[in-house]
């Protein structure tokens, strides 16, 4: 593998294009100097300015230290995410208003072993990265921060929202309006806030008396690359089959949750008069889908905020445990909910 730091590599770390890029180092005209200063701040941290020649003054440029922010880049994780891009921008604007530089790299990434460590004061990881590269990271003796994920070997703060209380509520909703055969619908392995959210779940299921069976979970696969609507599509027509009816179905987050209504409306049925839909996260996927979707909100750039103050606050008090802190959330009832058919 070639060690030389290339002009993609600065560019997916910056978060500029591989153009822009060019003309920085090439000292061109047409670059905000702001984006100069940022695009030759991440240049030097990768060390691409001692394995090139032409060298560029970034002397008064170079902030004191900055954070590596880890991304996720597997399927319905990553930049493209509606949750996620909102996490990662409460992440980076955080880190720009505090002038702190930073450098982005995806958990796949071998950009890590290009990282200047000694000019690295903390980590911030959001969603799943792997122990394999948790190990890599560790082993730069900084402090650590993880947004919406945990690895028992790697010491770390981490951030959740309080995803078992905001599933536990939408579920009492239900039930108060008198529904009892309900289902969660999600990948309960996909994350640890997917099985928070499914336990929340069977918390209230149980605290009202409802068993909770095999029939009480479609246990998805998330992370494959089959639709949502597809596979839900599937067991609907097994539920049919095996003459299985549901009055209410809590979904894992609202993108699985639109599939699902997609898919009932197709079947011919009314929402929320035949069925009630729930999801999490209050993220509009698809404006046109009506009814409006009965949800809980996440503060996701204020999770991205918390895990940077987090940071700083770690920087000051290592002395202190490792926490692990949940974020309140808060239900949203819309139109997707009703009491049951009598």
Known sequence: MSNKITLQMIADAAGYSKYVVSKTLNDQPGVKESTRERIL???????????????????????????????????????????????????????????????VISHQDNLIEHVKAESLLGIITAGFVSTQ?????????????????????????????????????????????????ICFVGDINFSPSFKDRWQG??????????????????????????????????????????NTAHTALVCANDQIANGVIEVLIEQQYNIPEDISVTGFDNINYNLKLKPDLTTVHVLKETIGRRAVS?????????????????????????????PPKK
């Open 41 to 103: 701040f991440v240049a030097k941290q990768l060390g691409y300015f001692k394995n090139n020649e032409q060298q560029i003054d970034v002397k008064g440029r170079e902030k004191e230290g900055f954070v590596l922010v880890v991304m996720p880049n597997i399927r319905q994780q990553n930049f493209e995410s509606f949750y996620w891009s909102n996490v990662f921008n409460g992440i980076v604007d955080y880190l720009d208003e505090l002038k702190i530089g930073f450098i």
């Open 133 to 181: 590269m948790l190990l890599k990271l560790s082993q730069n003796s900084v402090p650590i921060v993880m947004v919406d994920h945990e690895d028992p070997i790697i010491k770390a703060d981490k951030i959740f929202m309080d995803n078992l209380e905001g599933s536990r509520q939408l579920t009492e909703h239900l039930i108060g309006l008198g529904h009892e055969k």
């Open 201 to 242: 779940f069977r918390n209230a299921m149980e605290h009202n008396q409802l068993k909770v069976s095999e029939s009480s979970l479609f246990d998805m696969d998330y992370a494959t690359s089959t639709p949502v609507k597809q596979q839900f599509s599937a067991q609907l027509q097994k539920w049919k089959e095996e």
């Open 310 to 338: 987090m940071l700083l606050w770690r920087l000051e008090h290592d002395q202190y445990p490792n926490e692990k802190i949940q974020i309140a959330c808060e239900m949203i009832i819309r139109g997707s909910v009703a």
